[in-house]
Protein backbone atom coordinates (compact mmCIF):
# COMPACT_ATOMS: atom_id res chain seq x y z
CA UNK A 1 0.00 0.00 0.00
CA UNK A 2 3.16 2.36 0.68
CA UNK A 3 4.45 1.81 -2.66
CA UNK A 4 1.63 2.80 -4.43
CA UNK A 5 0.81 5.56 -2.19
CA UNK A 6 4.55 7.06 -2.80
CA UNK A 7 4.20 6.23 -6.81
CA UNK A 8 1.12 7.94 -7.11
CA UNK A 9 -1.19 9.64 -4.67
CA UNK A 10 -4.17 10.02 -7.26
CA UNK A 11 -4.10 6.31 -8.19
CA UNK A 12 -4.03 5.21 -4.28
CA UNK A 13 -6.98 7.58 -4.07
CA UNK A 14 -8.79 5.74 -6.62
CA UNK A 15 -7.79 2.65 -5.54
CA UNK A 16 -9.49 3.22 -2.37
CA UNK A 17 -12.53 4.57 -3.77
CA UNK A 18 -13.06 1.49 -5.89
CA UNK A 19 -12.31 -0.51 -3.07
CA UNK A 20 -14.63 0.86 -0.64
CA UNK A 21 -17.75 1.20 -3.53
CA UNK A 22 -17.21 -2.25 -4.29
CA UNK A 23 -17.02 -3.80 -0.19
CA UNK A 24 -19.74 -1.62 1.29
CA UNK A 25 -21.79 -2.47 -1.80
CA UNK A 26 -21.08 -6.14 -1.54
CA UNK A 27 -21.95 -6.00 2.23
CA UNK A 28 -25.32 -4.16 1.40
CA UNK A 29 -26.20 -7.23 -0.66
CA UNK A 30 -25.07 -9.77 0.97
CA UNK A 31 -27.10 -8.04 4.12
CA UNK A 32 -29.99 -8.24 2.63
CA UNK A 33 -29.48 -11.56 1.44
CA UNK A 34 -29.02 -13.01 5.43
CA UNK A 35 -31.85 -10.87 6.04
CA UNK A 36 -30.43 -8.43 8.74
CA UNK A 37 -29.35 -5.34 7.40
CA UNK A 38 -26.07 -3.84 7.46
CA UNK A 39 -24.88 -7.28 9.37
CA UNK A 40 -22.27 -7.75 6.66
CA UNK A 41 -21.82 -4.36 5.49
CA UNK A 42 -20.60 -3.07 9.26
CA UNK A 43 -18.05 -4.94 9.93
CA UNK A 44 -16.37 -4.42 6.39
CA UNK A 45 -16.82 -1.10 6.96
CA UNK A 46 -14.52 -1.23 10.58
CA UNK A 47 -11.76 -3.30 8.59
CA UNK A 48 -11.79 -0.83 6.06
CA UNK A 49 -11.48 2.24 8.44
CA UNK A 50 -9.25 0.58 10.59
CA UNK A 51 -6.51 -0.51 7.75
CA UNK A 52 -7.37 3.33 6.52
CA UNK A 53 -6.23 5.05 9.67
CA UNK A 54 -3.48 2.62 10.87
CA UNK A 55 -1.82 3.85 7.07
CA UNK A 56 -1.91 7.23 8.21
CA UNK A 57 -0.69 7.16 11.35
CA UNK A 58 1.89 4.72 10.19
CA UNK A 59 3.41 7.26 7.93
CA UNK A 60 2.52 10.74 10.19
CA UNK A 61 -0.08 11.70 8.04
CA UNK A 62 -2.76 12.58 10.30
CA UNK A 63 -2.46 16.14 10.06
CA UNK A 64 -2.02 15.93 6.13
CA UNK A 65 -4.98 14.77 5.54
CA UNK A 66 -6.92 16.82 8.49
CA UNK A 67 -7.10 14.03 11.45
CA UNK A 68 -6.89 16.84 14.06
CA UNK A 69 -8.47 19.79 15.70
CA UNK A 70 -10.41 22.38 13.41
CA UNK A 71 -7.93 25.85 13.15
CA UNK A 72 -10.81 28.08 12.36
CA UNK A 73 -13.19 29.59 14.82
CA UNK A 74 -16.45 28.65 15.32
CA UNK A 75 -17.80 32.46 14.68
CA UNK A 76 -16.46 32.50 11.05
CA UNK A 77 -18.02 29.45 10.43
CA UNK A 78 -21.04 30.55 11.34
CA UNK A 79 -21.04 28.96 14.26
CA UNK A 80 -22.00 25.44 11.85
CA UNK A 81 -25.83 26.65 11.64
CA UNK A 82 -26.47 25.96 8.31
CA UNK A 83 -24.95 22.31 8.88
CA UNK A 84 -27.39 21.69 12.38
CA UNK A 85 -29.79 22.65 9.58
CA UNK A 86 -28.97 20.05 7.02
CA UNK A 87 -28.01 17.67 10.18
CA UNK A 88 -32.15 17.16 10.47
CA UNK A 89 -33.56 17.28 6.78
CA UNK A 90 -33.71 13.39 7.23
CA UNK A 91 -36.25 14.04 9.62
CA UNK A 92 -37.99 16.15 7.33
CA UNK A 93 -40.55 13.68 6.15
CA UNK A 94 -41.18 12.63 9.77
CA UNK A 95 -40.21 10.26 11.86
CA UNK A 96 -40.30 6.60 12.43
CA UNK A 97 -38.78 2.82 13.67
CA UNK A 98 -37.71 1.64 10.36
CA UNK A 99 -35.81 -1.64 12.35
CA UNK A 100 -35.84 -3.88 15.00
CA UNK A 101 -32.96 -2.45 17.46
CA UNK A 102 -30.50 -4.86 16.41
CA UNK A 103 -30.35 -3.69 12.99
CA UNK A 104 -31.14 0.40 14.31
CA UNK A 105 -27.82 -0.15 16.18
CA UNK A 106 -25.90 -1.99 12.93
CA UNK A 107 -27.16 0.92 10.81
CA UNK A 108 -25.97 3.91 12.93
CA UNK A 109 -22.57 2.32 13.32
CA UNK A 110 -21.98 1.57 9.68
CA UNK A 111 -23.06 5.04 8.90
CA UNK A 112 -20.54 6.48 11.16
CA UNK A 113 -18.08 3.98 9.31
CA UNK A 114 -18.85 5.49 5.97
CA UNK A 115 -18.67 8.79 7.62
CA UNK A 116 -15.23 8.26 8.43
CA UNK A 117 -14.42 6.62 4.86
CA UNK A 118 -15.90 8.97 2.67
CA UNK A 119 -14.57 12.42 4.10
CA UNK A 120 -10.87 11.01 4.52
CA UNK A 121 -11.10 8.91 1.01
CA UNK A 122 -12.94 11.68 -1.10
CA UNK A 123 -11.45 15.09 1.17
CA UNK A 124 -8.78 13.90 2.25
CA UNK A 125 -6.62 11.70 -0.01
CA UNK A 126 -8.55 12.21 -3.43
CA UNK A 127 -9.21 16.04 -2.44
CA UNK A 128 -5.36 16.29 -1.68
CA UNK A 129 -3.32 14.17 -3.94
CA UNK A 130 -5.01 16.73 -7.13
CA UNK A 131 -4.71 20.26 -4.87
CA UNK A 132 -1.03 20.68 -5.89
CA UNK A 133 -2.41 20.99 -10.03
CA UNK A 134 -5.08 23.46 -9.65
CA UNK A 135 -7.26 23.91 -6.08
CA UNK A 136 -10.69 24.57 -8.16
CA UNK A 137 -10.24 21.36 -10.07
CA UNK A 138 -9.68 19.34 -6.90
CA UNK A 139 -12.67 20.79 -5.66
CA UNK A 140 -14.77 20.30 -8.70
CA UNK A 141 -13.68 16.23 -8.93
CA UNK A 142 -14.01 15.69 -5.26
CA UNK A 143 -17.74 17.35 -5.14
CA UNK A 144 -18.59 15.58 -8.31
CA UNK A 145 -16.89 12.43 -7.90
CA UNK A 146 -18.29 11.54 -4.14
CA UNK A 147 -21.65 12.84 -5.80
CA UNK A 148 -21.80 10.33 -8.47
CA UNK A 149 -20.51 7.79 -6.43
CA UNK A 150 -24.08 7.45 -4.68
CA UNK A 151 -25.87 6.04 -8.01
CA UNK A 152 -23.93 3.27 -6.79
CA UNK A 153 -27.27 2.81 -4.78
CA UNK A 154 -29.28 1.74 -7.63
CA UNK A 155 -27.12 -1.25 -8.55
CA UNK A 156 -26.08 -2.68 -4.77
CA UNK A 157 -29.32 -4.33 -3.82
CA UNK A 158 -30.12 -1.35 -1.64
CA UNK A 159 -33.49 -1.08 -2.74
CA UNK A 160 -33.06 2.41 -3.78
CA UNK A 161 -35.78 3.72 -6.37
CA UNK A 162 -34.46 5.90 -9.75
CA UNK A 163 -35.89 9.23 -8.38
CA UNK A 164 -34.65 9.16 -4.53
CA UNK A 165 -31.58 7.86 -6.13
CA UNK A 166 -31.02 10.78 -8.34
CA UNK A 167 -32.17 13.43 -6.35
CA UNK A 168 -29.42 12.03 -3.99
CA UNK A 169 -26.65 12.37 -6.19
CA UNK A 170 -27.72 16.13 -6.82
CA UNK A 171 -27.51 17.23 -2.78
CA UNK A 172 -24.36 14.42 -2.08
CA UNK A 173 -22.87 16.85 -5.24
CA UNK A 174 -23.77 19.61 -3.30
CA UNK A 175 -22.57 18.87 -0.02
CA UNK A 176 -19.61 17.28 -1.08
CA UNK A 177 -18.51 20.91 -2.23
CA UNK A 178 -19.79 22.30 1.10
CA UNK A 179 -17.52 19.35 3.07
CA UNK A 180 -14.25 20.29 0.95
CA UNK A 181 -15.00 24.13 1.85
CA UNK A 182 -14.98 23.09 5.62
CA UNK A 183 -12.18 21.43 5.63
CA UNK A 184 -9.91 23.98 3.91
CA UNK A 185 -11.33 26.37 5.84
CA UNK A 186 -11.09 24.80 8.97
CA UNK A 187 -7.95 22.36 7.91
CA UNK A 188 -9.41 19.47 9.73
CA UNK A 189 -11.96 16.18 8.65
CA UNK A 190 -12.86 15.98 11.89
CA UNK A 191 -16.11 17.78 11.95
CA UNK A 192 -17.12 16.54 8.37
CA UNK A 193 -16.71 12.92 9.60
CA UNK A 194 -19.05 13.95 12.72
CA UNK A 195 -21.49 15.91 10.59
CA UNK A 196 -21.68 13.09 7.75
CA UNK A 197 -21.56 10.45 10.08
CA UNK A 198 -24.75 11.97 12.38
CA UNK A 199 -26.71 12.74 8.86
CA UNK A 200 -26.74 9.47 7.66
CA UNK A 201 -27.52 7.96 10.89
CA UNK A 202 -30.47 9.72 11.02
CA UNK A 203 -31.81 8.60 7.80
CA UNK A 204 -32.28 5.38 9.32
CA UNK A 205 -35.40 7.08 11.54
CA UNK A 206 -36.88 8.99 8.07
CA UNK A 207 -40.27 8.13 7.69
CA UNK A 208 -39.91 8.47 3.28
CA UNK A 209 -42.78 6.10 2.83
CA UNK A 210 -45.27 9.10 3.21
CA UNK A 211 -42.81 11.63 1.02
CA UNK A 212 -44.58 12.11 -2.26
CA UNK A 213 -41.78 12.35 -5.67
CA UNK A 214 -42.86 16.45 -5.04
CA UNK A 215 -41.99 16.38 -1.78
CA UNK A 216 -39.21 14.55 -2.20
CA UNK A 217 -38.05 17.38 -4.87
CA UNK A 218 -39.12 19.90 -2.61
CA UNK A 219 -36.17 18.93 0.41
CA UNK A 220 -33.67 17.89 -2.50
CA UNK A 221 -33.48 21.69 -3.18
CA UNK A 222 -33.90 23.11 -0.43
CA UNK A 223 -30.81 20.70 0.96
CA UNK A 224 -28.88 21.11 -1.99
CA UNK A 225 -29.37 25.44 -1.22
CA UNK A 226 -28.13 25.36 1.79
CA UNK A 227 -24.86 23.10 1.41
CA UNK A 228 -24.01 25.14 -1.53
CA UNK A 229 -24.68 28.84 -0.17
CA UNK A 230 -22.77 27.34 2.91
CA UNK A 231 -19.93 26.15 0.97
CA UNK A 232 -20.28 29.66 -1.52
CA UNK A 233 -19.72 31.48 2.08
CA UNK A 234 -16.69 29.59 3.03
CA UNK A 235 -15.40 29.56 -0.37
CA UNK A 236 -15.67 33.20 -0.18
CA UNK A 237 -14.02 33.37 3.20
CA UNK A 238 -11.09 31.32 2.40
CA UNK A 239 -10.59 33.88 -1.19
CA UNK A 240 -10.45 36.76 1.57
CA UNK A 241 -7.94 35.33 3.64
CA UNK A 242 -6.11 34.66 0.83
CA UNK A 243 -6.09 38.31 -0.21
CA UNK A 244 -5.32 39.61 2.94
CA UNK A 245 -2.07 37.59 3.45
CA UNK A 246 -1.42 38.39 0.01
CA UNK A 247 -1.46 42.13 1.10
CA UNK A 248 -0.13 41.21 4.56
CA UNK A 249 3.15 39.37 2.49
CA UNK A 250 3.75 42.41 0.18
CA UNK A 251 3.52 44.74 2.96
CA UNK A 252 6.55 42.99 4.84
CA UNK A 253 8.34 42.98 1.77
CA UNK A 254 8.19 46.47 1.22
CA UNK A 255 9.09 47.40 5.04
CA UNK A 256 11.92 45.07 4.62
CA UNK A 257 12.94 46.61 1.74
CA UNK A 258 12.79 49.81 3.48
CA UNK A 259 15.04 49.12 6.06
CA UNK A 260 17.67 48.00 3.88
CA UNK A 261 17.63 50.46 2.25
CA UNK A 262 17.68 53.23 5.54
CA UNK A 263 20.97 51.21 6.24
CA UNK A 264 22.76 51.31 3.47
Known sequence: MKKLYDKSKIWF????????????????????????????????????SIVLMAFLRKNGLFEEYGICP????????????????????????GVTVNYGALETVLYILSMLCVGLLEEVIFRGLLFEAMRPDGFKTAVI????TFGIGHIVNLINGSGAE???NLLQVVYATSAGFMF???????????????????????????????????????????????????????????????????????AGRNDEADRTRALS
Not at 16 to 28: E, F, H, K
Not at 185 to 192: A, E, I, P, Q
Request: aromatic content about 8%; some cysteine; proline content about 2%.
Open 162 to 164: LVP
Open 180 to 250: VMIYCKTKSLVGCIVIHGVFNSLSVFADENGASTGMRVLFCLILALITAAYGAYLALSLAKEREMNKTNEK
Open 70 to 93: SRASMRSMLYYVPVLVMMTTNLWY
Open 141 to 144: VSSL
Open 13 to 48: AVAWIIAYCVLMSLGDSISSIIGVEKSITLPIGVVL
